[in-house]
């Protein structure tokens, strides 16, 4: 079965780190770009960041340009999100999800995990 | 990031015929299209739609989208109770170098 599940969501001070993870399993997880994607409660969509399936391009949302660092490990088949200088309006759900391309621009988000709900406040 | 406009309601009754937009520019919607994600309250969101008018695997036949411009649109006839949900259009924005999402628009099926 094709599945992503995230982790490492929790409660964390303005100004802390954390760092998200994705397991990717059922797939050749090093075949595909892979995106972090947040929903703050009871919001919209938006997107985060963007990894390349080699990891050698990267693309990043101007709300998070600078404070978050996505990276992946093609052998473990993870995927991560490093944020730091976290604000209030980080607070979301993050989820990973695996992008199907066709060329550049070209692509859609096929498979999701469940999310990880991130909180950030003091 | 400027994204994508979609109306934030749509409701119709039962078996009818419901027709979501979404408005980008030559950047985006015009350049390779939109894609169409269905969302129900406390789950992920699922692709319904990509490369304008292909579904994947399980989607029902009752859905069909489609581009005029810089607008897409997604049409879902005989509509059914499940339909009821959150329907999000996304794009990649070349001048961006960024996925671009609309705000979303809640169908209600009445």
């Known amino acids: 079965e094709v599945q992503l599940v995230e982790s490492g969501g929790g409660l964390v001070q303005p100004g802390g780190s954390l760092r998200l993870s994705c397991a990717a399993s059922?797939?050749?997880?090093?075949?595909?770009?892979m995106n972090w994607v947040r929903q703050a409660p009871g919001k919209g969509l938006e997107w985060v960041s963007y990894i390349s399936s080699s990891g050698s391009t990267i693309h990043y949302a101007d709300s998070v340009k600078g404070r978050f660092t996505i990276s992946r490990d093609n052998v473990k088949n993870s995927l991560y999100l490093q944020m730091n200088s976290l604000r209030a309006e980080d607070t979301a759900v993050y989820y990973c999800a695996r992008e199907v391309n066709w060329g550049l621009g070209d692509g859609a988000f096929d498979i999701w995990g469940q999310g990880t709900m991130v909180t950030v406040s003091s | 990031q400027a994204g994508l406009t979609q109306p934030p309601s749509v409701s119709k009754g039962l078996r009818q015929t419901a027709t979501l937009t979404c408005t980008g520019n030559?950047?985006?919607?015009?350049?390779?299209?939109a894609t169409w994600l269905q969302q129900h309250q406390g789950h992920p969101p699922k692709l319904l739609s990509y490369?304008?008018?292909n579904r994947p695997s399980g989607i029902s036949e009752r859905l069909s989208a489609s581009r005029s411009g810089n607008t897409a649109s997604l049409t879902i006839t005989g509509l059914q109770p499940e339909d009821e949900a959150d329907y999000y259009c996304?794009?990649?924005?070349?001048?961006?170098?960024?996925?671009?999402f609309g705000g979303g628009t809640k169908l209600t099926v009445l």
């Open positions: 490369r304008n008018n």
């Open positions: 030559s950047n985006n919607v015009g350049n390779q299209g």
């Open positions: 996304s794009a990649w924005d070349s001048s961006l170098s960024a996925w671009v």
């Open positions: 059922g797939f050749t997880f090093s075949s595909y770009e």
